[in-house]
């Protein structure tokens, strides 16, 4: 895949979006509020427009308990998971499988009144990363998803208009080797989730509508997701 054009891109938004997901929400700039907290799971957004359009970046924080890191990544980034988790996926195409860690997607997401139904085209990657501070425990897992121009999808032709998103998931797995040394079961295992998006609408919608959209969609996006996450992987041996 290192032969493909795309790919210089691709390292640079791995490296840049990487290392500000593993920024607190405290370190990267101040105007981090909390909007929505369920147990361990705390959503961060900051308000921002962009030629008058609300572009909100937000950052998610969750520890789930029982999965790890490549298994969060896995299902986020495989296609044949997505249309169970993804409620607001109306259409997904795989556009080009450029190696089997980074593909290429256009999707529809469904209408949200009031505002017109969006599509994305964006390529998907997916990498273990070396841990850079050297601890023992399990490596790093990460998928980034980056809208991208494509020729055969032009942006804004049909009914849809084109959103542009720009989106991180990190994933740390954590390790508590059972005392009686014993193998490690999903009872001793846990991940810490980041995951950063940035979403242009891409043409007008109300502020106050897409404020109250992506109020209500990130926190059950993520449960949904994470929950769906668990019951695909609790009776099968642990991935990291
Ligand atoms: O993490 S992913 O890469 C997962 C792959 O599917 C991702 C996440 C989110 C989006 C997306 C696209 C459009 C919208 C809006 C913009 C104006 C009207 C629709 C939203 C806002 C509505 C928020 C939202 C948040 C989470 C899930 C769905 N909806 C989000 C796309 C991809």
């Not at 895949?1 to 593993?22: C, F, G, N, T, Y």
């Not at 700039?29 to 929505?36: D, H, I, K, V, Y």
């Not at 308000?47 to 998610?60: F, R, S």
């Given at each position: ?60 924080v969750h520890v789930v308990k029982g999965i790890t890191g ?171």
């Open positions: 895949a290192s032969s493909h054009p795309l790919w210089p891109d691709i390292e640079r938004k791995v490296a840049s979006q990487v290392s500000m997901a593993k920024l607190g929400v405290g370190e990267c700039g101040a105007g981090w509020q909390l909007f929505a907290e369920d147990g361990e799971m705390k959503m961060y957004r900051r308000e921002e427009e962009v030629d008058g359009l609300v572009v909100d970046p937000l950052k998610a490549f298994e969060v990544c896995h299902h986020f980034f495989s296609p044949q998971y997505r249309y169970d988790w993804e409620t607001t996926l109306e259409h997904m195409v795989v556009v080009e499988t450029i190696s089997e860690d980074t593909i290429l997607f256009q999707q529809t997401h469904k209408r949200i009144w009031p505002a017109s139904q969006r599509d994305a085209v964006f390529w998907s990657h997916m990498r273990r990363l070396p841990d850079d501070q050297d601890r023992e425990g399990p490596d790093l897992w990460t998928v980034v998803n980056q809208s991208t121009e494509l020729p055969q999808y032009p942006a804004n032709t049909g009914k849809c208009v084109r959103v542009y998103l720009t989106v991180c998931l990190l994933c740390q797995t954590l390790v508590n080797p059972p005392k009686n040394g014993g193998p490690v079961t999903r009872d001793d295992i846990s991940c810490k989730i980041t995951y950063c998006s940035v979403v242009n609408p891409g043409g007008w919608a109300p502020a106050s509508v897409l404020r109250a959209v992506y109020k209500r969609e990130y926190p059950k996006f993520l449960k949904r997701f994470t929950a769906y996450v668990m019951s695909k992987t609790k009776d099968k041996p642990i991935r990291f």
